[in-house]
Structures are given as C-alpha cells and as structure tokens.
C-alpha cells in the first residue's frame, strides 16, 4: 500500500467517481482505476459498489476511509515538519478556497507573496464554501477562505476581506431601471448559485430580512459557478444574485445590469484547523495577507540603465 494509492482512494471516496477523481488529481482515468483495484485485489477487499454509473462506498470502504484520511494527514504533517526544519527555504502552502474568494480576491495575494518567497509553493484548490471548509477540516488544506460563515468548532474564522451581492438581469430585463418591491422579487425567475455556495448563503439570509423566503422563489436554474450564472442571464428572463466582483465586467460592458434591491454586505473569512499548528510557509503567507499592498508591483521591476549623454 502506496501514500499514492490512499491518495486516489480518498479521492475517489469523495468524488464518488473515477473520472472526477482523475481530473482533481491530474492523473488519466486508467491510472486511478488501476490504484484502486490494485488495492482490493491486494487486501482482498472490494471498496467500492459499481452502480451503473456510480460508485458507493462498500461497508469496507467506509470503515477505511477515516484511516486512509488521518494517514494522508500524518504525512503531511511530517511533510510540513521537514519543510519548517528547512527554515522558508523551501515549503508548500496548500491553500482551498471559494470561488469568488479564488477569482477575484487571493490572486493577486498570493502572486505578491510568490514575488517575494520564489521557494515557496501556493497550491489553490477552488470550489464552493462547503467544499473549502471540508478540506481543512480533513487536513487536504492547509488554510481555507471563504465568502460564508462555517459552523464548525475544529475551525477558526478570521475576517480577512469583503465583498457585496447584487441582484443582475439582462439590460433590457423589466425589472431594470426601477425601484423593486418584494412581489418584484418573488415574482422574478431565478438562476441561483448552489446549495453549499457562500453566495447562495447570503442571499438566503439578506432576503429573509427583507421578509422573503428563498424557497418562496421561482428557482428555474441552479448552477455551478458565478460565472455560469451571469451568462444564463444574458439576453433572457432570468435574475441572478453574484459578487459585484464577478459582474463588474460584464457590466462595464453593458451585458447586463444591476437591479435596485440592497443587500448587506459579506465578509471574506480564512479557516484554519484549530488543532493544526501552522507551517512555517503557510503563516509567512498568512502575515503576507495581513501586510497586502494593493499598490505594490506583484513582479520586481527591472533595474533602470542609465545611459551617457552624448
């Protein structure tokens, strides 16, 4: 039994698919269904259930999957302990995030901190809230951001950023260029974020103080990624609720427009695992966030030649 081989079973124990599995992990579907028969054939053991097209956890696969992660978790640990023993000389920061958060906000953080610690890695995992926060929680991660408030004690939250929700429909949408009542409101149809979406989360709590229940809305479409909701707007009859971050573009560009209807605005929280102490790297990283200059040049500038006058 390989570090790799628990590497894939976990994720394939979470993704539920081989395929998915293979893409998180940058490997050929082949090579991920190879590891995981490789270990059933060798313990004898079937771990997972072939449904059509799904795969289950089998009762074994279950009872191995907490012993798989805490290894996985041991090994980074050690990892981390090797690293710190190197002083930043060299290291890793394995970083997961929320979309908005992974989009519009971390990069330009952590290309400053790459300018100035070259050795260091930053590893971006990108998905939802929910997402984010189980990749602490399982030690996958060493440090989390998100757009939504995580109920969990193992974790600590910290306002590092912010940002707000605005309601968006296509330029020529009824709803545009006018004061909004809350029938407006439930009278529109909707594409929404997911469930387990930072973003989705606040819409839900700013429409329940204004007297609206999410599940009152006509929710026509839910999808994946800011992104996608823009564009299912566009030239159509749907409403969507994003990051003004994430629609600022396509508002520039007269794509679509911002309806009047406030919502409160979010914070940026970053997630650590309160019995994981930091590696060396990953509170360089942290401090580098507390130190941000927004100004600063992410690259070093080029040293001036000067030249002699003739």
Not at 56 to 70: I, K, N, Y
Not at 206 to 229: F, K, T, W, Y
Not at 245 to 254: E, P, Y
Request: no cysteine.
């Amino acid at each position: 039994m390989t570090l790799e081989q628990l590497r894939i079973f976990v994720a394939v124990a979470d993704a539920l698919s081989m395929t998915r599995a293979a893409e998180r992990l940058h490997l050929t579907q082949p090579a991920v269904s190879a590891a995981i028969a490789a270990l059933e054939e060798r313990y004898a053991t079937p771990l997972f259930n072939r449904v059509g097209r799904r795969l289950e956890l089998t009762e074994g696969g279950r009872l191995f999957l907490p012993e798989a992660s805490s290894v996985l978790a041991s090994a980074s640990d050690a990892r981390r302990v090797l690293n710190d023993l190197n002083g930043l000389a060299r290291g890793d920061v394995r970083i997961a995030s929320s979309q908005t958060v992974a989009t519009y906000w971390l990069p330009r953080r952590m290309a400053q901190f790459a300018a100035s610690a070259p050795n260091i890695q930053l590893h971006l995992f990108a998905g939802n809230t929910a997402r984010a926060a189980e990749l602490v929680l399982q030690g996958e991660a060493d440090i989390g951001f998100v757009e939504g408030e995580v109920g969990e004690a193992l974790l600590s939250a910290e306002i590092v950023g912010g940002d707000r929700i605005g309601l968006y429909a296509a330029v020529d949408h009824p709803l545009t260029g006018r004061s909004l009542s809350r029938e407006d409101i439930k009278g529109a149809t909707w594409v929404m974020r997911e469930p387990g979406s930072g973003t989705r989360d606040h819409v839900t709590a700013g429409l329940i103080q204004s007297g609206i229940a999410v599940e009152r809305l006509h929710i026509r479409l839910e999808l994946p990624s800011n992104d996608a909701a823009l564009e299912a707007i566009e030239g159509g009859e749907l409403v969507t609720a994003v990051s003004e971050l994430a629609a600022a573009t396509r508002v520039k560009a007269g794509l679509i427009q911002q309806l009047r209807w406030p919502l409160p605005p979010r914070d940026f929280r970053m997630l650590a695992h309160r019995a994981r102490k930091p590696s060396r790297a990953t509170s360089a990283f942290i401090n580098s966030l507390h130190a941000f200059a927004p100004g600063r040049a992410s690259i070093p500038p080029r040293k001036r030649v000067q030249r002699k006058s003739q």
